[in-house]
């Protein structure tokens, strides 16, 4: 009979050691990394061990972890923010940094090399340890002859090619005795490095995969007040390796785990793998063995209650990124999603397409890639190694860190040009791109693509509408695209047959960027347009800003291109839209804390009401909801913290001076905040507050202390005297107490 194990069981199995745990961990309650947001790590090797955990929807992951390596010690950290000045300021993180410091010396009197940290520096040199202060060039000249036994150093300096020399010789440096303490973060360095993979190019992790550490792709939240606490119990689950252990005698029934530990072992797994290198000799091997036992046949959604076939998964997509890239089958997922050319769709050869050199992002090329089906590139030379791109699919959401998939979580294709002719094929197939990087010399390039078939696409003031209507949006491609002057939509070619008058709807979505550059006062003339994308499931949330703007494929894709409900009286249906393209807007000098999710929304407004007439917007902000919020905000005593997590709170501040000022007063506003020179520009919280406060106030010719005061919100008594002597300013109905 299977019987439930309890976790405790599986502690002898996590490689934990609890002296070094504890001394790491002495007098450390709670982290703080101000402005950051971590990410996991993968821990997996006999020695390794983690120190602390954050967390990511319902599961924890490994945030920091620890191991040995002979005679060496080595500390990953999953976030450079828990060693920044700001975060340094915390006595916990300085504990912290101590400890860590003390634990991977060889010897008390040894010295620390502290690369390009200085505020590292300062807090190791007055606690009384030697440090050598490095720059990463420094670094790099003098780590095979070292005259310190430990360095703290960030992950990037392993990239790249001196960077692999760097890792090489600081295996040897690790084994020899010294010690590595490293941070990195795993979503930031794959939007900094695009087209890459942390399994393959992460230079912290071609040094720490040996180790038995990795950093991975997701990101944590809070498990504190203010950041992550340090809970030293509980961990063993967290460990790939013993997880690993648990899901083999579940799935042989020899012991059963809870629905819970099957979630986490099944979170852990699959963040474990994902960014290890594909020739990892022992791990790898084993998650393979089992999930060639009992993964057998898979169907999306794939829950955490699904742990083998999730491993599946993630092996499948590592052995996508190491076959040669004109060698991908299509995969079974690819006909529900992105979704099936016809098999007698017609292969287009040598259509040559023309790119705009002065215009970074993604260039339209109105052709499809089938799934599996191979394309050839033709690249003049005099264009190659200058950052040009190949993307096949505009689906560039990544799901591995989700609890459940919709679709497989992984499936846009994207390839340097660094050939004059390159044969490439992807997997799940896709629109075809042709990325542009920042600061491409202007100018007309021209590319030839062959094998690709037709896709539905419009380019306003360029297409004309009667070629769309007869032929353009009947092309086979599964996905479209809509081209504004500023606004790009990606939707599938479904929701685009019956589209009869493209021009007019583009226009629409051109006059929605116009506001947004109204409003906040930017030029209209963009460096490139914005993109919005739909999906059958995205990164998180319903909808995100970013480039691309993602939302679900549901009734948004029809409503994309409805021009009835776009220009319709309600500005509710929008409101989403309005929303994500604001926060693409938002300027850091005037939101503070507790504004992320509010001074978007000034956008919302403005769209609502110049385009569809409702001064409203939204039902949270209609006017009798907006009267008992305040007075029950007033009647509580005005509560900031509360302010700051209730955004339809936070907005009303905003649309009261809107209703009082008019948006011309935002419109000055935001133009002096433009033109300001960048020292002129507030840096902290209280710096900003007080800043829109004292610009509003000059702008309006009215003293607005009273109204932050009564607000709530905190102003300094030096910033206020600046504007005490302008006639006091309030609402007329501002309820009482």
């Known amino acids: 009979m299977p019987f439930v194990v309890p976790v405790a069981l599986y502690a002898a199995l996590a490689r934990s050691p609890q002296t070094d745990l504890a001394a790491l961990l002495t007098n450390v309650t709670e982290l703080i990394a101000p402005g950051a947001i971590p990410g996991p790590l993968s821990v997996f090797g006999d020695n390794a061990f983690v120190v602390m955990a954050g967390r990511e929807g319902k599961r924890r992951l490994p945030m920091i972890a620890a191991s040995r390596l002979e005679r060496g010690r080595v500390v990953a950290l999953g976030h450079d923010g828990f060693l920044s000045a700001d975060a340094l300021r915390n006595l916990d993180n300085t504990q912290f940094l101590l400890n860590t410091a003390r634990w991977v010396l060889a010897m008390p009197t040894s010295a620390v090399a502290v690369v390009d940290k200085p505020q590292v520096a300062e807090v190791l040199e007055k606690a009384g340890i030697k440090v050598v202060r490095l720059t990463t060039a420094q670094f790099q000249s003098q780590i095979e002859s070292p005259d310190f036994d430990a360095v703290v150093m960030n992950a990037t300096a392993l990239d790249g090619k001196a960077g692999v020399r760097m ?314 695209e809509l081209e504004g002057k500023s606004i790009i939509l990606s939707v599938p070619s479904s929701v685009v047959r019956t589209l009869d008058d493209p021009e007019a709807l583009m226009t629409y979505w051109d006059e929605v960027a116009d506001l947004a550059a109204d409003l906040y006062q930017i030029p209209k003339n963009r460096p490139r347009p914005e993109r919005y994308v739909v999906d059958k499931q995205i990164s998180a949330g319903y909808m995100h800003s970013g480039y691309p703007i993602m939302t679900y494929t549901d009734e948004i894709s029809r409503r ?49 009401e110049k385009l569809n007439g409702d001064k409203i917007g939204h039902p949270a902000m209609e006017p009798k909801v907006v009267r008992e919020r305040l007075q029950a905000y007033v009647s509580a005593g005005s509560p900031y913290e509360k302010w700051k997590d209730d955004p339809f709170l936070a907005l009303t501040l905003f649309a009261q001076l809107r209703d009082a000022f008019g948006w011309e007063a935002y419109q000055r506003v935001f133009a002096e905040y433009e033109k300001a020179p960048k020292e002129a520009l507030p840096r902290t919280d209280e710096q900003k507050r007080d800043q829109f406060m004292l610009r509003f106030s000059r702008t309006v010719n009215k003293n607005l202390g009273p109204f932050f005061t009564a607000w709530g919100v905190p102003t300094s008594e030096a910033t206020r005297s600046q504007i005490a002597r302008l006639p006091r300013w309030m609402p007329k109905d501002w309820p009482k107490k």
């Open 167 to 480: 890792g090489q010789a600081l295996t040897v440096f690790v084994r020899g005795g010294g010690g590595v303490v490293m941070d990195s973060l795993g979503w930031g360095w794959l939007q900094t490095h695009p087209g890459q993979a942390l399994s393959g190019e992460h230079g912290g992790n071609k040094l720490f995969a040996r180790l038995g550490i990795a950093w991975a792709d997701g990101f944590f939240e809070t498990t504190g007040t203010k950041g992550w606490k340090a809970e030293s119990g509980s961990l063993e689950l967290l460990h790939g390796r013993t997880a690993l252990m648990a899901l083999q005698r579940h799935a042989e029934g020899t012991a059963v785990l809870s629905a819970d530990d099957l979630a986490q072992v099944s979170q852990t797994l699959t963040s474990a793998i994902g960014p290890l290198p594909g020739d990892e000799p022992r791990f790898l091997p084993q998650v393979a063995a089992l999930t060639r036992r009992f993964a057998g046949n898979v169907a999306f959604p794939i829950g955490l209650d699904q742990p083998v076939a999730r491993l599946s998964m993630v092996l499948e997509q590592n052995a996508l990124r190491r076959a040669p890239a004109d060698r991908q089958p299509a995969h079974i997922s690819s006909g529900s999603f992105p979704g099936v050319v016809a098999f007698d769709a017609p292969r287009l050869e040598s259509q040559t397409i023309t790119l705009e050199g002065g215009i970074p992002g993604w260039q339209g090329t109105g052709l499809y890639a089938a799934p599996g089906a191979p394309l050839t590139m033709t690249v003049p030379k005099e264009l190659l190694g200058k950052g040009l791109s190949v993307q096949i699919g505009s689906h560039t959401d990544t799901l591995w860190h989700l609890e459940k998939w919709e679709r497989f979580p992984e499936i846009t294709l994207r390839r340097s040009l660094t050939q004059p002719t390159q044969k490439l094929t992807s997997a799940f197939g896709g629109t075809v791109f042709l990325e542009v990087p920042e600061g491409f010399p202007k100018g007309r390039l021209s590319v030839t693509i062959s094998g690709a078939v037709a896709s539905p696409r419009f380019v306003r003031g360029v297409t004309p509408v009667p070629d769309w209507c007869s032929s353009i949006r009947n092309t086979p491609g599964a996905w479209a």
């Open 560 to 608: 994309f291109v409805d021009l009835s409900v776009l220009r319709g009286r309600s500005g509710e249906p929008n409101w989403g839209f309005y929303h994500e393209l604001g926060h693409n807007h938002q300027r850091e000098w005037w939101t503070w804390e507790g504004c992320g999710e509010v001074t978007n929304n000034l956008l919302s407004l403005y769209c609502c």
